[in-house]
């Protein structure tokens, strides 16, 4: 059974991989696994499709990884892009949710 931390991730990584698929014009790549390198070997993202997909996750789910991940260690993997977006998303949701209970 998954906590609810792995199905947010898991569900971030099946939209991520729609994205992949759409922004590259590939549809296997739909079925990338999460520990697929984005660059180099597997996925083979270039520049131009790099940041494409980096546009649709600051649209879709609200989180600049450009900004807040300067080395750009959270494109390494289809996983490692899914776990960072699920950190922010429920980390927003948290601040807004406390921000919410507080005006109650």
Known sequence: MMRPGQ???AAIADELRQ???TA???PELAATT???P???DGVALDSLTGTLL???VRQR????VAAEDLNLDALATLGTLATFVCDRVVSDRVV???AVNRGA
Not at 61 to 64: A, I, L, M, R, T
């Open 7 to 9: 199905a947010a991730t």
């Open 19 to 21: 994205v992949l698929a």
């Open 24 to 26: 590259t014009g590939r």
């Open 34 to 36: 999460l520990d697929t």
């Open 38 to 40: 984005l660059f180099g």
């Open 54 to 56: 980096l546009r649709q």
């Open 61 to 64: 789910f609200g989180v600049d």
């Open 96 to 98: 807004s949710d406390r």
